[in-house]
C-alpha cells in the first residue's frame, strides 16, 4: 500500500471514528438529560397532585382530581399501606398492569411497553381518608423516542456529510505529504541512471518540515556532487603526478638494460635517479595517507596541551633533521585543549615547508589575543606570487614546477595541514611578499580559563 493511501485511509478512518464516538456520546447524553426531564416534570406534577389531595376530604373529589393530574400516555394509582389498590386512573389502555416502583436508593424505574420506555415514581401522600398511601405515577415516553429517533437520523446524516470534506481533506493531506517524497524518489532515480546529481525545486520561503527535507536533500547533492569532483581531481592530479616518476624509473631501467654493463656512470646515474624517484613515489603515497586519515574526526582526541612544549618540539626536530635554525619566542607555558598529536604534525608540516623555501633562518611566535593564540611561522625566503595564495591548500598545486622539483615537493604539504587545521579547529592564514619571505598564521582558540 502507497504512503499516500495509507494517510488517506488512516486519516478517514480516524477521522470517523472520532465522530462516531462524538456522535455516541451526544446521543447518550441526550437520552440521559431526557429522562431527567421528564423525570423531573413528572416528580413536579406529583407533588401538586399531593398538595391538592391534602385538601380534600372526600374520596369521590380526590377521584376527580386524580383525573385531573392523570399525566398523558399514563396513570395514577394509589396504594395503601398494606399495598392494596385503593384507586387507579389511566389514560391510555394496557395500564392494567401494575409497573414496578422505584426502590428507596432509585429516583424512578425505566421499563419497556409497547415499543417504548414506561417512567414511574412513587411517592407518599395523604388520602381523604387520613391515610398514607403511596401515590404511583407512570409515564409512557412515547415524546422521548420520537425525539432520539429524529437525533439519530440528524446525526447520521451530519457524519455522512463531514465525511465529504474529511475525505477531501485526507487525500489533500496526503498528496502535500508525498509529493516532496516524490520528487525526491524521481530525483534519486534520474540522478542514478543519468549519473548526475539532479536537485529538486523547493519553495525558498518554506519553512516547514518537507520544505526542510527538500532544502537538505538539495544540500546533500550538491555536497556530492562537490566531492565527486574533489575526488574526481584528486585521482585525476594523484595519476599525473605518479605517471612522472614512474615514466623515469621505467625510461632509467629500459636504459640499464640496453646499456648498463657497459657503462659504470650511467649504471649510477640510473640508480640514483631511481632511488630519488622512488623516494618521491614514497612520499607522495604517505601524503595521500595520511590525508585520507586526517579527514576522520574520529582520528582527533582533544585533551589538555601546553602549546610551548609542542612549538619547541616540532622546532629541535627541524633543526635535528636538517641543522636549520628555528627560533622560538612566545610564553614559557600555554595550556589549551587540542589534540596534541596532530598539531605537532601541523607545525612540522609549516616549519619544513618555510625550511624548504628558504635559506635563513625560521623564526616562531607565540602570542595571546583574548581568547585565540596566534602561532606565526615566518621565513624570508622567495615569498608566494599574490595570484597563487588562494589555491596553496588545494591538492596538487604547486608555485613553480621547477622550484617544487628542486625542494622534492608533491603540492600535498599544505592540503594536509589545511585538514589537520579543519580537524582542529583552527584557522590558517598565509601573508607573502615576493622577494621578503612568507608568515603563516595558525589560529588556536584559548580555555577562558587558560593561562
Do not use: C
Amino acid at each position: 500500500m502507497k504512503l499516500k493511501t495509507k494517510i488517506h485511509f488512516l486519516s478517514t478512518l480516524m477521522m470517523l471514528i472520532l465522530l462516531i464516538l462524538s456522535n455516541l456520546g451526544i446521543y447518550f447524553t441526550f437520552d440521559r438529560t431526557q429522562h431527567k426531564t421528564e423525570y423531573s416534570q413528572l416528580l413536579g406534577s406529583a407533588k401538586e397532585l399531593t398538595v391538592a389531595l391534602n385538601k380534600m376530604t372526600d374520596e369521590e373529589e380526590a377521584e376527580i382530581i386524580l383525573r385531573a393530574y392523570v399525566p398523558p400516555n399514563g396513570a395514577l394509582r394509589v396504594v395503601g399501606e398494606e399495598g392494596k389498590d385503593i384507586l387507579s386512573v389511566q389514560s391510555m389502555e394496557g395500564f392494567d398492569k401494575k409497573f414496578p416502583i422505584p426502590k428507596k436508593d432509585e429516583q424512578y424505574t425505566l421499563v419497556p411497553f409497547n415499543g417504548y420506555e414506561a417512567l414511574s415514581i412513587a411517592i407518599p401522600t395523604i388520602w381523604p381518608t387520613e391515610e398514607v398511601v403511596q401515590l404511583e405515577v407512570t409515564q409512557v415516553l412515547t415524546d422521548l423516542k420520537a425525539n432520539l429517533k429524529l437525533l439519530r437520523v440528524v446525526m447520521i446524516g451530519i457524519t455522512l456529510f463531514a465525511m465529504i470534506p474529511i475525505v477531501i481533506s485526507s487525500m489533500t493531506l496526503g498528496r502535500i505529504v508525498t509529493q516532496p517524497i516524490e520528487k525526491l524518489i524521481h530525483a534519486m532515480t534520474a540522478s542514478r541512471k543519468s549519473g548526475t546529481f539532479q536537485q529538486i525545486a523547493v519553495p525558498e520561503q518554506g519553512k516547514d518540515e518537507l520544505a526542510q527535507m527538500g532544502q537538505t536533500f538539495n544540500e546533500l547533492m550538491i555536497q556530492l556532487e562537490q566531492n565527486y569532483r574533489k575526488q574526481e581531481k584528486f585521482v585525476s592530479d594523484a595519476s599525473h603526478e605518479l605517471k612522472t616518476p614512474i615514466t623515469v624509473i621505467d625510461s632509467y631501467a629500459r636504459l640499464l638494460e640496453r646499456r648498463g654493463m657497459d657503462k659504470p656512470e650511467l649504471t649510477e646515474e640510473a640508480l640514483t635517479a631511481i632511488r630519488n624517484e622512488t623516494k618521491r613515489m614514497k612520499e607522495m603515497i604517505e601524503q595521500m595517507l595520511d590525508l585520507a586519515r586526517n579527514n576522520e574526526p574520529a582520528s582527533y582526541v582533544f585533551e589538555e596541551t601546553d602549546l610551548r612544549i609542542l612549538v619547541d618540539d616540532a622546532a629541535r626536530m627541524i633543526t635535528s633533521a636538517y641543522g636549520r635554525a628555528v627560533h622560538v619566542k612566545g610564553p614559557d607555558q600555554l595550556k589549551l585543549s587540542t589534540d596534541g598529536t596532530h598539531l605537532k604534525q601541523l607545525l612540522i608540516i609549516l616549519l619544513d615547508n618555510a625550511r624548504k623555501y628558504s635559506e635563513q633562518n625560521i623564526d616562531v611566535e607565540v602570542e595571546l589575543l583574548n581568547q585565540y593564540v596566534a602561532v606565526r611561522i615566518r621565513d624570508y625566503g622567495k615569498g608566494i606570487p599574490e595570484k597563487d595564495i588562494p589555491f596553496l591548500f588545494d591538492r596538487f598545486y604547486r608555485v613553480g614546477e621547477d622550484r617544487n622539483r628542486k625542494t622534492g615537493g608533491t603540492g600535498l604539504g599544505l592540503a594536509i595541514a589545511n585538514e589537520i587545521s579543519i580537524g582542529l579547529g583552527t584557522k590558517l592564514d598565509i601573508e607573502s611578499e615576493e622577494g621578503k619571505g612568507t608568515v603563516v598564521t595558525i589560529w588556536l582558540q584559548k580555555k577562558p580559563d587558560s593561562q
